[in-house]
């Protein structure tokens, strides 16, 4: 686990309200939800299954073989979900939605063979380079938001404001950069709220 900074905890005690006693938990349960978040922004998926990710074709992996990977994913995605105790419940069932009609679309074409299948996989999925993250990034935000409204940080908070609501609008699609793309200023919105919340 990441160690916590000390400024941090400083900021959190400086800011917290209520009895002294009190100021450290506090300090404490921040410290905690950016950790979270840190993990969340810090996991990343193998590269071979990105890079599968980026093509649709040209991979000499069966379809068997990609729907697999792409299925133990999305179970590792869900219980990313279900661990996460800031996630706000409309991004939660929207994620879960999300993992469960991927699942069940993926186990239909798992029989299937040949390149259109095979891209199929792929394209209409984007298990690594768009499910990921929308997981990943969602549970990172509404933490960093959980954190933001124990700092009386109105900044971060509006920084953050319809992030991961963006994000959960992103479709796949054949155009692996044009995903990329949109995905890209919301990881970094995530990055800059993480380093207003660790200053003073």
């Known amino acids: 686990m990441r160690r916590i900074l000390a400024p941090l905890l400083l900021t959190g ?3 917290a309200g209520g009895a002294c006693a009190a100021q450290p938990v506090a ?3 921040i410290d905690t939800l950016l950790v979270s978040a840190d993990q969340q922004m810090g996991a990343l998926d193998e590269p ?3 890079a599968d990710d980026l093509r649709a074709a040209g991979s000499k992996r069966s379809v068997a073989e990609r729907v ?3 299925l133990a994913a999305l179970k590792r995605f869900d219980a990313t979900i279900e661990k996460s105790k800031h996630l706000q419940p409309a991004h939660k069932a929207a994620l879960a939605k999300l993992i469960d009609d991927q ?5 239909a074409l798992r029989d299937k063979t040949g390149k ?3 891209r199929s996989v792929v394209t209409d999925f984007r298990v690594f380079i768009l499910t990921g993250p929308k997981v990943r990034l969602a549970t990172a935000i509404d933490a960093e938001l959980a954190a933001a409204e124990k700092l009386g940080k109105a900044d971060v908070e509006k920084a953050l404001s319809g992030q991961v609501d963006a994000l959960l609008k992103i479709q796949p699609g054949p155009d692996a950069a044009a995903i990329k793309k949109q995905v890209e200023p919301i990881r970094q919105a995530a990055k800059d709220a993480r380093a ?3 200053s003073k």
């Open 13 to 15: 005690v400086l800011l």
């Open 27 to 29: 300090a404490q349960t």
């Open 48 to 50: 071979a299954d990105l």
């Open 68 to 70: 697999d990977r792409r």
């Open 103 to 107: 699942t069940a679309g993926l186990t």
């Open 116 to 118: 259109d299948a095979a």
């Open 196 to 198: 207003a919340l660790k």
